[in-house]
């Protein structure tokens, strides 16, 4: 018996050792913040957006305006999200602040809209647009079949999810390389623009605020499009445990990235008026390939393989900010607990990131790029202006907590202002039922949250289930 309790007591010290080294690896630098943060934000949007929001703007001046209010937006969220991560240094983004500020059930109603419509959304959209560039040229002088574009977003659904299951390096590395390539191709459409300028092409800027929109919902829905093209500002927030250094990584990421994928992008959009006019511009379909077409001529294959190389390393991106919500959700209790584990040997959150994919795989069949890209701006300014609304509580009413780094207070203030403009102003001027939706889908996780989470109420069948799954991935809690 003395010998059956030494062994007990040696196995559980192993075990208790072994569950303590079970832990994601903090494998994210400077250079790959940088990288995560403009590699997210330069994907689709700035090759698919600039006609849209000149389509609501209406003139080419006002339409650059809201690309740099948009970027000043951007920088000002990070910013403030940038003090929140020095506050509280744990993965999650909004999803953990609003849990610790709020309390369990508006964190719950983020973390259940955000994993099962926002975030999966938002991959579906980026591997669209990638699917949309890859199959192009196999299909010359008429638009690809559906079934064909879905089908590789689908597959480039599916080797994302076995890249970031595999290895944080691997992921780190590709984040690395793809963004080099992405800045490397704004870089060439810039250039070529400013050559262009130099040789005389003004004559989209003559005038440039002729037939300017001034109501309230196409400026919101302008920033909705232009805003698109910036999300990702947060991403690092989401990763904060994986971080080296946080306190020093996290805002210096953010003064580093930001600004200059905004410079870039006021510059790409001055060479796509440069090119062509404003109503040629409306008529492309596809605007970096027409200023490709009329400027780089026989090389203007470059700018779709770019297109191709910028949009996969943004769902990459996407991807493993992603993934870590569902999984910090589920360590918290909010979701299930398979969701919550890490596998014991490639440490890093495989069965979160499977679930993504699956859901991701699901918004292939049913959206398409322009209501996903909408409809995730409206839900997604609604829980950054609640999250910033938790920075300010902070500010107000718990200045003696440590913090590394201090935003001036009028900077989330004004990203609040911003965040109820844009959730509010196409409610007000052009309701949709959409919308109505949306809010009702949100709201329905109080159904789950009561019994599940409040209660704790698990079914057994759910814990053979997360047995047998655990077994099957090799998986175990952190």
């Not at 001046?61 to 948009?70: D, T």
């Not at 605020?209 to 990702?232: E, K």
Request: a positive charge; hydrophobic letters at 50%; one cysteine or more.
């Amino acid at each position: 018996s003395i010998m059956r309790k030494r062994k007990t007591a040696d196995s559980s010290t192993d075990l208790s050792e072994g569950r303590e080294n079970l832990r994601l690896k903090q494998e994210v630098g400077l250079i790959s913040g940088v990288s995560l943060i403009a590699g997210t934000m330069v994907g689709s949007g700035i090759f698919m957006s600039p006609e849209w929001v000149l389509y609501h703007m209406g003139s080419p001046a006002s339409s650059l305006l809201i690309w740099a209010l948009c970027g000043v937006l951007a920088m000002f969220g990070a910013l403030s999200y940038a003090e929140l991560g020095t506050i509280i240094k744990e993965s999650g983004g909004e999803y953990i602040y609003i849990l610790r500020i709020f309390g369990p059930l508006p964190a719950f109603l983020f973390a259940y809209t955000s994993v099962i419509l926002v975030r999966p959304g938002s991959v579906a959209a980026v591997c669209l647009s990638f699917a949309e560039y890859a199959v192009a040229p196999f299909y010359p002088g008429c638009s690809s079949p559906q079934t064909v574009v879905k089908c590789t977003a689908a597959a480039c659904i599916l080797l994302l999810t076995i890249i970031n299951c595999l290895n944080v390096k691997l992921v780190t590395s590709i984040m690395n390389i793809f963004t080099a390539a992405k800045l490397l191709a704004l870089l060439v459409i810039a250039v070529g623009g400013l050559v262009l300028l130099a040789k005389g092409h003004t004559q989209s800027f003559q005038n440039g605020f002729q037939n300017t929109t001034a109501g309230i919902a196409p400026i919101g829905v302008a920033f909705y499009q232009g805003l698109w093209s910036y999300d990702g500002w947060n991403n690092l927030n989401y990763v904060t445990e994986e971080l080296k250094k946080p306190e020093v990584t996290l805002p210096r990421a953010v003064m580093i990235a930001i600004p200059l994928v905004t410079c870039l992008y006021l510059l790409v959009n001055v060479s796509y008026f440069a090119a062509m006019t404003p109503s040629e511009l409306l008529s492309s379909g596809a605007v970096a390939v027409t200023w490709g077409d009329k400027v780089l001529g026989s090389w203007s294959w470059l700018i779709s393989l770019f297109v191709v190389l910028s949009t996969f390393g943004s769902s990459n991106g996407t991807f493993f900010s992603g993934g870590r919500v569902c999984y910090t959700a589920a360590r918290e209790g909010h979701m299930p607990d398979i969701l919550s584990m890490a596998h014991v040997r490639c440490l890093t959150p495989a069965p979160a990131l499977i679930f993504t994919s699956a859901m991701s795989l699901i918004m292939i069949l049913s959206g398409t790029f322009t209501t996903i890209v909408n409809f995730f701006s409206f839900i997604a300014w609604f829980f950054y202006g609640m999250t910033i609304l938790g920075l300010l509580y902070l500010k107000i009413k718990k200045p003696e907590l440590p913090r590394a780094y201090k935003v001036p207070i009028i900077i989330p203030l004004i990203v609040l202002v911003a965040a109820v403009y844009l959730v509010l102003a196409p409610i007000i001027d052009q309701p949709q039922m959409e919308f109505l939706y949306i809010f009702l889908f949100t709201l329905s996780g109080i159904i789950f949250y009561f019994p599940l989470v409040r209660f704790k109420y698990h079914p057994r069948f759910l814990q053979r289930i997360t047995l047998h799954l655990q077994l099957f991935l090799e998986v175990a809690p952190t």
